[in-house]
């Protein structure tokens, strides 16, 4: 499958809950061993990033869709 989006994380599905309407799905991500952030140059001084920090990868987004 071909796909624009850039924050695509592969995994297996963990668990699997079905309501009556929605389904919570667990996904244990394996994949990949990078993740490439693009940010502002004044956010990167801010934080003052370098190389070897410790940080989070935060993903915003208003939804998440499973593909398989």
Do not use: W, Y
């Not at 809950?17 to 667990?26: N, R, T």
């Not at 920090?53 to 869709?65: C, G, L, R």
């Amino acid at each position: 499958m071909e796909i624009s989006a850039r924050n695509g994380l592969k995994g297996n599905v963990a668990d699997v809950k079905l309501g009556e309407v929605m389904a919570s799905i667990k996904i244990e991500i394996t994949e990949p061993g990078v993740i490439t952030a693009v940010i502002t140059r004044e956010s990167a001084e801010e934080l003052d990033l370098k190389e070897g920090d410790e940080v989070k990868a935060i993903i915003k987004s208003t939804e998440v869709m499973v593909a398989k």
